[in-house]
């Protein structure tokens, strides 16, 4: 069972619909999930994180996390073309510290 | 500059060469990564420096060789590489501690 697992994609969605992104984990300890976005041929770059259970807004992102399921969502609401890119899932293995475990990242397409 | 550097952006190399990799962070962090990042893997952790001590080897083969000179600075030496080595090499920053980690441009490298 891999740590950490998204769908590939690509996830295709029309401009301004809401694109909805999974990861599960495997590890029940995990304590910090975040969601990078990653342009093709750039680096990964942090848009949230996620901390307990529930929901967390950020403008028209939303992580939602669920610890009892292993499961941690981002809704990306009025998606934009400039939406287009991998988002990446990450977690911090139980026992905190600083080491992240990365899934292989969703592709999503949003369309004119 | 702001933020995470790398130097060089792309490099090629042949089996028998020796090159290196540098990484500059200018955000005051005081801990270091390096990942690899494969087409269709997860970002890969290879190293972790924290207060300029490494505390992280994640079973990296001993031809990729890591050096922290200061907290501002993180080397990843190269010597007798493989074809399957040839990837998006990321360094990244943060502070110890904290899990939000802020990542460089990345090194292009392909090994013929």
């Known amino acids: 069972q891999k740590e950490v697992e998204q769908n590939s994609g690509p996830l295709s969605v029309p401009e301004g619909a809401i694109a909805s992104l999974n990861c599960t984990y495997s590890?029940?300890?995990?304590?910090?999930f975040f969601w990078y976005r990653q342009y093709s041929g750039k680096s990964p770059e942090l848009i949230m994180s996620i901390y307990s259970n529930g929901d967390k807004e950020d403008g028209r992102f939303t992580a939602q996390l669920n610890k009892a399921s292993q499961y941690v969502s981002l809704l990306i609401r009025d998606s934009q073309p400039s939406d287009s890119a991998t988002y990446l899932c990450a977690v911090t293995k139980g026992g905190g510290g600083n080491k992240l475990t990365f899934g292989t990242g969703t592709q999503l397409k949003v369309e004119l | 500059e702001t933020g995470v550097t790398q130097t060089p952006r792309h490099l090629v190399m042949g089996m028998t060469n020796k090159k290196s990799l540098k990484c500059e962070q200018h955000l005051g962090h005081n801990a270091m990564y390096w990942y690899k990042q494969s087409a269709k893997k997860p970002l890969e952790l290879m190293f972790v420096?924290?207060?300029?001590?490494?505390?992280e080897n994640n079973s990296v083969p001993s031809r990729f060789s890591p050096e922290c000179p200061n907290s501002s600075h993180l080397f990843l030496h190269l010597h007798t590489l493989q074809p399957e080595d040839s990837a998006l090499y990321l360094c990244a920053s943060s502070q110890e501690g904290a899990e939000t980690q802020y990542f460089g441009p990345g090194t292009r490298l392909l090994v013929l």
């Open positions: 420096y924290s207060l300029e001590e490494r505390v």
């Open positions: 590890d029940r300890g995990s304590q910090s």
